[in-house]
């Protein structure tokens, strides 16, 4: 799977933005997809996760509420709409590809970073204060 994220950029606290994660090769359909950002500085941490059906999705605290992860398996895309934007959320902003195989529906398998074998480039959020 080639992933390719974009829709990130500028904005004030308060305001949204919605980032896009389009997908080529392997069928997307067949992943799970986890968004993840890192700041300047710090780790890569978990944002939020979605089945291959985009029955299940979850979220980490500090982005529940504000966020909505969401795909179109006919589109081969994945979204995460963010509102109230916090000067906090501003990082890069990385997709990435979950194989279905090793989802085990009731564990946080969406945390395992390690485990996620495509990502994208990044896409940079900031907000400003």
């Known amino acids: 799977v080639q992933l390719q994220a974009s829709g990130g950029g500028l904005v004030q606290a308060g305001g949204s933005l919605r980032l896009s994660c389009a997908a080529s090769?392997?069928?997307?359909?067949?992943?799970?997809m986890g968004w993840f950002r890192q700041a300047p500085g710090k780790e890569r941490e978990f944002v939020a996760a979605?089945?291959?059906?985009?029955?299940?999705?979850y979220y980490a605290d500090s982005v529940k509420g504000r966020f909505t992860i969401s795909r179109d398996n006919a589109k081969n895309t994945m979204y995460l709409q963010m509102i109230s934007l916090k000067p906090e959320d501003t990082a890069v902003y990385y997709c990435?590809?979950?194989?279905?195989?090793?989802?085990?529906?009731?564990?946080?398998?969406?945390?395992?970073?390690?485990?996620?074998?495509?990502w994208g480039q990044g896409t940079q959020v900031t907000v400003s204060s």
């Open positions: 990435a590809a979950y194989p279905n195989s090793k989802v085990k529906y009731g564990s946080n398998w969406y945390l395992k970073v390690n485990e996620y074998d495509y």
């Open positions: 979605i089945s291959w059906s985009g029955s299940g999705t």
């Open positions: 090769g392997r069928t997307f359909s067949s992943s799970a």
